[in-house]
Structure formats: structure tokens, C-alpha cells
């Protein structure tokens, strides 16, 4: 009919719309699965306390991506691999601007730091990292905090499998915790509403509910992961 002609070409219109309001790079993949370090720089030796942690980025996370040991009290333990390198790679993973090692192999992410202050001196962060004996690691309730410094978003994606990268939360602590959702007509309004977002690093698009998840982290929840063959990820 007449109407379902014109109904028909409004759709269309409104879909290309979006797709014109859609940055030009965001047609575009990229080969990078996490957001991108160009490097990380030391700042300081600095004081921690169990009771307060200061940076408290990994609450509520159990794993995260190949981070498989499990993670709790806001911080990622592992007798054998930490180093400075993978504590900076698992903090990439939320684009957390600073990460802190502690003890040889505690591993902090946050985006504020120095909450109970520095340390008095700057060697009371003295302990050799597990992974590499070459390493300091912080020291006994002492942090050696570091920055991550990012690639500049550029509006980039990349498409991955949901299953590549995920995560789980701990005990109690609901996986939406790590995600919100929107509805979206078509997959270009979920990546135009993730790349509107700093707080988006990743997205995944389902046609049948059409709906829109966007992720804080770049890893996938197992929800997500259920309802979605694949995601959108942030360089």
C-alpha cells in the first residue's frame, strides 16, 4: 500500500540519518582488542591501607580478561606473574589512568591516587615483583603507583568475538554492575552512543531486542556475552 511505501522510505530515512550523524570512522575496524598504552611512567612510593584502599578500580570484578586468578578487595594477586607491564595491561582493560603495585604481587588499578598520602621516602617501596625480580613492586602497605598514558581515542572500533576477552564479578555483585543498556535501532547508534561516552570502552548491538550494551570495561560480561555474538571495542 500506499502507506507502508511511505512508512517504508521514513524508516529508511531515519536510519540514514544516524548513519550520517555517525562519525566516518566509526565504519572503520581496527587491529587492537584493549585500549592502546603508548607507555607508563613512574610517579611515586605511596601509602595504602586494607581498610581504605586507594585506588579501588577492580571492586566488585572476580576476573578480567586473562586475568583468571582470582580478583577481591580491589586488587589483583598473583604469587608468580605480576610485573609492572602485565599490572599496566590489566588496568588498560578499564583505561585506568594509574595502577600500583604492592607486596610483589598485588596489583591496583584506579583513576585517582595518594589518598593516604605518600611515604615518607620513597624506599619504603622495596620489594622485588614476583614476575621479574629486576622489578620493585611496592612494599608492605605501600604502593608504587605508575600512569598509564593512552593512544588518543580516535573513534576507531574493533569487532571481536563476545567470548575473546570477558569477565566475571564477584559474589553478590550483579554483572549490569559493569554495563548499561539502551535501546538502539541499528548497530551504528549503539557505537555512536559508546563513542559519545568516556566512560564506554566496549559495545555489543542485539538485533532481536535491539538493544544496546555498553560496557565499562574491555571485556565482556557473560550476559552480555549470551545475548551477543560480538562486541565493539575502543582502541
Same mark, same amino acid.
Given at each position: 500500500?500506499?502507506?507502508?511505501?511511505?512508512?517504508?522510505?521514513?524508516?529508511?530515512?531515519?536510519?540514514?540519518?544516524?548513519?550520517?550523524?555517525?562519525?566516518?570512522?566509526?565504519?572503520?575496524?581496527?587491529?587492537?582488542?584493549?585500549?592502546?598504552?603508548?607507555?607508563?611512567?613512574?610517579?611515586?612510593?605511596?601509602? +595504602? @591501607?586494607?581498610? &581504605?584502599?586507594?585506588?579501588? *578500580?577492580?571492586?566488585?570484578?572476580?576476573?578480567? /580478561?586473562?586475568?583468571?586468578?582470582? %580478583?577481591?578487595?580491589?586488587?589483583?594477586?598473583?604469587?608468580?606473574?605480576?610485573?609492572?607491564?602485565?599490572?599496566?595491561?590489566?588496568?588498560?582493560?578499564?583505561?585506568?589512568?594509574?595502577?600500583?603495585?604492592?607486596?610483589?604481587?598485588?596489583?591496583?588499578?584506579?583513576?585517582?591516587?595518594?589518598?593516604?598520602?605518600?611515604?615518607?621516602? +620513597? @624506599?619504603?617501596? &622495596?620489594?622485588?615483583?614476583? *614476575?621479574?625480580?629486576?622489578?620493585?613492586?611496592? /612494599?608492605?602497605?605501600?604502593?608504587? %603507583?605508575?600512569?598509564?598514558?593512552?593512544?588518543?581515542?580516535?573513534?576507531?572500533?574493533?569487532?571481536?568475538?563476545?567470548?575473546?576477552?570477558?569477565?566475571?564479578?564477584?559474589?553478590?555483585?550483579?554483572?549490569?554492575?559493569?554495563?548499561?543498556?539502551?535501546?538502539?535501532?541499528?548497530?551504528?547508534?549503539?557505537?555512536?552512543?559508546?563513542?559519545? @561516552?568516556?566512560?564506554?570502552?566496549?559495545?555489543?548491538?542485539?538485533?532481536?531486542?535491539?538493544?544496546?550494551?555498553?560496557?565499562?570495561?574491555?571485556?565482556?560480561?557473560?550476559?552480555?556475552?549470551?545475548?551477543?555474538?560480538?562486541?565493539?571495542?575502543?582502541?
Amino acid at each position: 500500500s500506499g502507506c507502508n511505501r511511505r512508512c517504508a522510505s521514513m524508516q529508511h530515512s531515519v536510519h540514514l540519518i544516524v548513519l550520517l550523524s555517525v562519525p566516518l570512522a566509526l565504519l572503520f575496524l581496527v587491529a587492537m582488542s584493549q585500549p592502546s598504552v603508548l607507555h607508563h611512567g613512574y610517579i611515586g612510593c605511596f601509602v +595504602d @591501607s586494607s581498610s &581504605n584502599r586507594d585506588l579501588k *578500580g577492580l571492586t566488585g570484578l572476580k576476573t578480567i /580478561g586473562p586475568f583468571t586468578d582470582k %580478583i577481591e578487595f580491589a586488587y589483583f594477586f598473583n604469587g608468580y606473574t605480576v610485573t609492572i607491564e602485565s599490572c599496566s595491561s590489566l588496568c588498560a582493560l578499564g583505561r585506568f589512568r594509574y595502577f600500583g603495585l604492592q607486596a610483589q604481587g598485588f596489583c591496583f588499578c584506579g583513576n585517582s591516587y595518594g589518598l593516604h598520602g605518600a611515604a615518607s621516602s +620513597d @624506599s619504603e617501596c &622495596n620489594k622485588n615483583c614476583y *614476575g621479574n625480580s629486576s622489578q620493585i613492586c611496592g /612494599g608492605f602497605d605501600r604502593n608504587s %603507583i605508575y600512569e598509564n598514558i593512552y593512544a588518543p581515542e580516535t573513534g576507531l572500533f574493533k569487532r571481536v568475538a563476545s567470548t575473546k576477552s570477558m569477565l566475571t564479578t564477584a559474589a553478590g555483585q550483579p554483572e549490569n554492575s559493569t554495563y548499561w543498556s539502551q535501546e538502539a535501532t541499528v548497530a551504528f547508534e549503539c557505537l555512536a552512543a559508546c563513542h559519545r @561516552s568516556p566512560d564506554c570502552l566496549a559495545c555489543a548491538f542485539v538485533q532481536s531486542s535491539r538493544m544496546c550494551h555498553l560496557m565499562r570495561f574491555a571485556a565482556v560480561p557473560g550476559e552480555v556475552a549470551s545475548e551477543a555474538q560480538w562486541v565493539w571495542v575502543k582502541p
